[in-house]
């Protein structure tokens, strides 16, 4: 694992009105000591809800299915940065669901009523924008139907529950994709914030034709949308870096040990995203941090699934994108060692820096590795 150690010295050190690199040692600065300021930045993580047997343990939740304690120290460290992130991304996996629309409903007016709550955390009121965006568990309907590879479905009436609990937390100033499947397509969408695109997508769907599902249509992936917008922002002058989001990732290490497949539209979206310079993909999805740059150049992939659900991370946490005024991405992982059971927190120490890079589209000259 990586370690990233900073050094204050007894020298004085010089704070400027714009908050340009000063030497210490935070979230909100590069490693390296080129004076860069951040002109913009966002947050992300998912991944945090509890195991099907911890749902009624009030030593790991309540009824929002969150890990609550994990979940209340992240919201608390992002509300509380030196430089407050413009943006959140929430990943996927805010509550247990694959069940009925019953519980999804009842487990998201919870998570949303955590989330307001000023007791339980700054963030509400914070000034930082929520962009919620759905996963496998919000989408989904657990049912063993003895189909290898098939006990995952569309839960009829998902996305009106996702909207009707969580709508709030998406752009009004959102594109969105049009057309006769529109309105279950609605949480794939696009935005533009400080000459930084984001197309957020809704990743999961039901597109195997080879099987008729019988639990409900909840929309597909509509990679030809999301081609044409990554094209329209690349050809933009205006627009200065590009990111693509969504809950399962392309490339799934380990995936036969973890159970967390990657998404089946990677081979179509991919080289759409390495030809358009995509600085990265952001998930979650598997319960890990991960970075890597496949093809060793172009477009990362973040798996950022450590965000307080059961797995292989050895740290739950947060990472941080800053945009730096010379043009340079930066990209940092927060976090704190894994607690024994993983609802628990083994102290209340801080998060500390776990990676550190500035996302070249060369070969990163300074990879990641997942030691474990």
Not at 58 to 81: F, G, H, Q, Y
Not at 272 to 290: C, F, G, I, P, R
Request: proline share 6%.
């Amino acid at each position: 694992m990586k370690k990233f150690l900073c050094f204050l010295s007894a020298a004085v050190i010089v704070f400027s009105a714009s908050e340009s690199y000063s030497g210490v040692c935070s979230e909100d600065y590069p490693k390296n000591d080129n004076k860069d300021s951040v002109v913009f930045s966002f947050v992300f993580f998912g991944c945090n809800r509890v195991e099907k047997e911890d749902q009624y343990n009030p030593a790991a939740t309540d009824s929002s299915t969150a890990n609550t304690a994990v979940l209340k120290k992240i919201l608390n460290e992002i509300a509380e940065m030196k430089r407050k992130p413009d943006l959140f991304f929430f990943l996927g996996d805010l509550v247990l669901g694959q069940s009925d629309t019953a519980e999804l409903n009842s487990q998201l007016k919870a998570w949303v009523g955590l989330f307001d709550d000023r007791s339980f955390s700054g963030i509400s009121e914070s000034g930082i924008e929520l962009v919620a965006v759905p996963g496998n568990h919000e989408m989904l309907y657990y049912k063993d139907n003895n189909i290898k590879g098939h006990d995952e479905w569309p839960l009829k009436g998902a996305t009106e529950i996702w909207m009707k609990n969580v709508g709030e937390f998406i752009p009004r100033d959102r594109d969105k994709v049009n057309g006769p499947d529109s309105v279950i397509d609605q949480m794939t969408f696009s935005f533009v914030r400080h000459k930084t695109a984001f197309v957020v997508m809704n990743t999961d769907t039901y597109n195997d034709p080879t099987f008729i599902n019988p639990y409900g249509y909840e929309g597909k992936i509509p990679t030809g949308w999301i081609t044409e917008k990554i094209k329209e922002y690349n050809n933009d002058p205006e627009i200065e870096h590009i990111f693509v989001l969504g809950h399962k990732p392309y490339y799934a290490n380990d995936s036969a040990s973890t159970g967390h497949d990657g998404l089946p539209e990677g081979p179509v979206l991919w080289p759409v995203l390495n030809e358009y310079k995509v600085t990265a993909m952001l998930s979650a999805h598997v319960h890990d941090y991960q970075r890597m740059q496949p093809g060793d150049e172009g477009t990362y992939q973040i798996v950022a699934g450590n965000g307080g659900s059961s797995g292989p991370a050895e740290f739950f946490g947060y990472s941080v994108i800053n945009i730096l005024s010379s043009g340079e991405v930066q990209l940092i992982s927060k976090g704190f060692n894994k607690g024994d059971p993983y609802y628990s927190l083994p102290s209340d120490e801080p998060s500390t820096v776990r990676d550190n890079t500035i996302l070249t589209r060369e070969k990163n000259a300074d990879p990641y590795i997942n030691i474990k």
